[in-house]
């Protein structure tokens, strides 16, 4: 076999062997723990049993599995219906100004994701700058009482990830025809029926890409819950946290890890069919 043939294999050998090692082993180790028992004084004791995979499904927690997805979803269609117009308008920007454009759309990302989460309860709280500028503007009542509420989990999910959904949808929007708008507008079509049936099915990959990584994100995420929810808003994440350091039941948290874990594949493998297919049928159109 020559060299040539090797390449790919042995450029791709360090990413694959760091994978391997800092991802795929430590699921797998967690992913064990789940089948064994909790000791009597906390830790793990090594006798079998699939009790940790029963107790997952229980109603308790199968209700904070539920209303973890209800506000990874809902923080998943906020950020689509705001990244998709900041999108549109970066990707329509005259070409010189595109990359400035996204340089302020990832800005967020040069601080750390606590900063940033702390900087909404500084905005967000009864003494803050939101309340405080109502007051300068006239507002006489009860300070608005808008941190440690859902919405503002919410909020704080929208505002980290946004840049992700920002980047995937204005990568599919950079990479369409506009041949294909024109064709459109000349065949009689309006700007809304153009985009309603030619820019946003085409973009339709990028919307899910985006999506898929609010959600998976946002399902599993235990730090704005904690901080922006005030430990008052139970979600899967929180709960892995706490039977891993609080509870001291690593074999059950292990077990919902695991089934967190399955989600995301799930929804990942759904999203790549989903985005294959779509590219398929756009090949298959393209050769007709």
Not at 134 to 141: A, H
Not at 167 to 186: C, F, G, K, V
Not at 235 to 256: E, K, R, S
Request: glycine content about 8%; overall charge positive.
């Amino acid at each position: 076999m020559s060299f040539n043939a090797t390449r790919p294999t042995l450029l791709a050998a360090p990413g694959v062997a760091w994978l391997v090692a800092f991802m795929v082993v430590p699921c797998l180790l967690v992913l064990s723990y789940a089948f064994f028992e909790r000791g009597v004084w906390g830790g793990v004791e090594y006798t079998f049993t699939l009790e940790n995979f029963a107790r997952v499904a229980d109603p308790l927690y199968a209700k904070i599995f539920l209303n973890s997805a209800r506000i990874a979803l809902t923080a998943t269609v906020a950020a689509i219906l705001i990244a998709y117009p900041a999108a549109y308008a970066i990707s329509r920007a005259p070409r010189m100004s595109q990359p400035i454009l996204l340089f302020f759309a990832v800005l967020p990302f040069w601080s750390n994701y606590l900063i940033r989460t702390y900087a909404w309860i500084v905005l967000l709280n009864r003494e803050g700058l939101t309340n405080n500028l109502l007051r300068s503007l006239g507002y006489t009542g009860e300070p608005l009482s808008m941190l440690y509420t859902e919405s503002a989990v919410i909020t704080g999910l929208v505002y980290n990830y946004l840049p992700f959904v920002i980047l995937a949808i204005y990568s599919t929007l950079s990479r369409l025809n506009p041949e294909l708008m024109e064709a459109s507008r000349d065949l009689g079509a309006g700007p809304v029926r153009t985009f309603l049936r030619v820019t946003l099915p085409l973009t339709l990959p990028g919307v899910a890409a985006g999506g898929v990584f609010v959600f998976v994100l946002s399902i599993g995420n235990f730090v704005t819950p904690a901080l922006l929810g005030g430990g008052r808003f139970q979600m899967v994440g929180n709960l892995v946290y706490d039977q891993f350091l609080t509870a001291n039941d690593w074999p059950f948290g292990a077990a919902l890890g695991a089934a967190l874990i399955l989600t995301m594949i799930v929804l990942l493998l759904l999203q790549a069919r989903a985005t294959a297919h779509a590219s398929g049928e756009r090949k298959g159109e393209a050769a007709q």
